[in-house]
């Protein structure tokens, strides 16, 4: 029986930086949790990524597990996640183009050369 190489798959989304929290907010990922960073691992995230830009924040990741729905909620049911989001969700707003109740706005893959 051989392993099967795991399906990457490559997810990115946008959300503005409010300008009067963007000090806090680079303060806020020069040291991420370690617990935190360790739920987005265990959860089959990997090459995470948070660029910044003109007040927008473009996060990129791939996911190389097999349910993104049960790994999202494990993330989203994490106690120490919960907290690290109650600090950094006050430094974001969804773009305008986010739907209803959207918080990053995902982005759709136009180009990947691989």
Known sequence: MTA???R???RAGVIR???EKEQEY???????WPGVAQRLRDSHFTN????????FLFSYY???G?????DNAAIAADAETQRWWSLTDPCQQPVESAAPGEW???MDEVCHLP
């Open 4 to 6: 099967e190489t795991p």
């Open 8 to 10: 990457v798959v490559r």
């Open 17 to 19: 930086l409010r300008p």
């Open 26 to 32: 680079r303060e806020l990922h020069a040291a991420v």
């Open 48 to 55: 995470f990524s948070i660029f910044l830009r003109d007040g």
């Open 62 to 64: 791939e996911y190389t």
């Open 66 to 70: 097999t349910d993104f729905d049960a």
């Open 104 to 106: 990053w706005a995902p």
